[in-house]
């Protein structure tokens, strides 16, 4: 058993999730973790860089197409 520490509110939300569903915290939490891990990772377009691009970067990719 591990003790987790979280705000108050986040603990009574997480508690009336637990006993709305008849699951105890435990395997409340599990549920919801469960859920957040088979959820694909959300991608968009088909550009990519490996750095932060300034504003007139951004908007030079835009007028080509995303490489496209």
């Known amino acids: 058993m591990t003790t987790i520490k979280v705000p108050k509110a986040v603990r009574d939300r997480l508690q009336r999730v637990a006993v709305s569903n008849g ?8 549920k919801l973790l469960g859920r957040a891990e088979a959820r694909p990772k959300p991608t968009v377009g088909g ?22």
């Open 23 to 30: 699951l105890t915290l435990a395997q409340a939490l599990e």
């Open 47 to 68: 550009y990519r860089s490996d750095r932060a691009l300034s504003a007139e970067e951004i908007d030079h990719e835009l007028g080509r197409g995303f490489g496209a």
